[in-house]
C-alpha cells in the first residue's frame, strides 16, 4: 500500500485541530479505495494555547497522528520544512488546519496524480471576505513576481497542493534558511495541474496574518526570488550619476557666460533632497540582500524540536 503524508502547519489552532481531522476523515472509503495508508503530521509552531494537549489527544486515538512541536514560534515556512523532513509518504499533501484548504478536494487532486501530474496545486478564484485594500496589494505582488521571478507564482495560490515524492525530495533538496514556499514550489518545476475554488473563511479563530506581515513576506520572496531590484538600484545610480554630470556642464557655463552664481537655491534644495532619498533607497534595496546573505551563511537550523510524536 502506498503511503500518504498530511502536513498540516499548526499556530494557535485549538479549536481547529480535532475539526480538521474529523474532516479529513470524511475521506476514508477514498482511502481505502485507493489503498492508500495515511500518516497525518501536526506541525505545532510554538503555540501558546491549547493546540498541543488536543493533537495529543488525537494521538492517543489514532496511531496516524503524529506531531511536530517547536520551542517558539518559528514561523509557517519553518513548520512547513518540518513537515517536509518528517513526511515519509509516497505522496504528501499540505493544508491549513483552519480548513480553508478543503480536504474534500483530495480525490479530485489524487486523479490527476493518477493521470501522470507531478503536483496538484490550488487557487482562489476569488478573494471574498477579504479586505479590498489587501486584495489590491495580494494581486500586485502577484503580477510583480512574474515580471521579475523566473519562478511560476500564481496568483492567488494557496500552499494546498498534493505532491508526489520526488517533488518533495527537490524541496528538501533546497535547505535555504529564507524560505519562501510559493517560491520554491515554482522553482522545482514539474508539471502541475491546478485546480480553482471559491474563497474559504476560517472555522474558527483569527487570520495570524496582518497586513504589515504579509507586506515583510512579500518582501522576503522578492529578494528571495529576484534581482531585479538590485539591477534597479544599479540603473538609478547610473541615471543619477548622469544627470549630476550633466547638470554641472550647464551650471558651468551658465556661469561663464552669465556670471550668475546666486540664484536656484529652493531647485538645488529640492535636488539634494530628492537624489538623499533615492540613495537611502538604493542602500535599504542592498541592505535586504546582504542581511539575507548574512543569515544564511550563519548556518543556524531552520527550527528546533521542544517535542516530538
Known amino acids: 500500500m502506498a503511503l500518504l503524508s498530511v502536513i498540516v502547519p499548526c499556530y494557535n489552532e485549538e479549536e481547529n485541530v480535532s475539526c ?143 505532491m508526489t515524492r520526488q517533488v518533495v525530495d527537490s524541496i528538501l533538496a533546497m535547505g535555504e534558511y529564507n524560505r519562501f514556499s510559493k517560491g520554491i514550489f515554482g522553482w522545482v518545476g514539474y508539471e502541475t495541474k491546478w485546480i480553482e475554488y471559491e474563497n474559504i473563511e476560517r472555522l474558527h479563530g483569527e487570520t495570524k496574518w496582518s497586513f504589515w506581515k504579509l507586506f515583510i513576506y512579500s518582501v522576503e520572496g522578492i529578494t528571495a526570488f529576484s534581482t531585479v531590484p538590485l539591477a534597479i538600484a544599479s540603473v538609478m545610480g547610473v541615471f543619477f550619476c548622469a544627470a549630476a554630470f550633466l547638470m554641472i556642464l550647464f551650471i558651468l557655463i551658465r556661469s561663464l557666460v552669465w556670471t550668475d552664481p546666486v540664484g536656484g537655491w529652493p531647485s538645488l534644495v529640492c535636488i539634494i533632497c530628492m537624489v538623499s532619498g533615492v540613495q537611502l533607497l538604493c542602500i535599504g534595496i542592498i541592505g535586504q540582500y546582504l542581511s539575507k546573505t548574512y543569515l544564511e551563511v550563519k548556518h543556524r537550523p531552520i527550527y528546533l524540536v521542544k517535542e516530538e510524536l
Request: with cysteine; aromatic share 12%.
Open 20 to 162: 480538521f481531522y474529523d474532516e479529513l476523515m470524511k475521506n476514508n472509503a477514498f482511502f481505502e479505495e485507493k489503498q492508500l495508508d495515511l500518516e497525518v503530521i501536526y506541525v505545532d509552531d510554538g503555540s501558546a494555547d491549547g493546540t498541543v494537549p488536543e493533537i495529543k489527544k488525537l494521538a492517543e486515538k489514532d496511531r496516524c497522528v503524529k506531531m511536530i512541536s517547536f520551542s517558539r514560534n518559528f514561523g509557517k515556512e519553518a513548520a512547513i520544512y518540518a513537515g517536509f523532513k518528517k513526511a515519509q509518504g509516497d505522496y504528501v499533501v499540505m493544508m491549513d488546519a483552519d480548513l480553508q484548504d478543503p480536504p474534500a478536494l483530495l480525490p479530485e487532486m489524487f486523479s490527476y496524480i493518477e493521470q501522470g501530474y507531478d503536483s496538484v496545486a490550488t487557487r482562489r478564484v476569488s478573494r471574498k471576505g477579504e479586505p479590498v485594500i489587501r486584495s489590491f496589494f495580494a494581486r500586485t505582488f502577484y503580477k510583480l513576481m512574474k515580471k521579475i521571478s523566473k519562478a511560476d507564482i500564481v496568483d492567488g495560490a494557496r500552499d494546498y497542493r498534493l
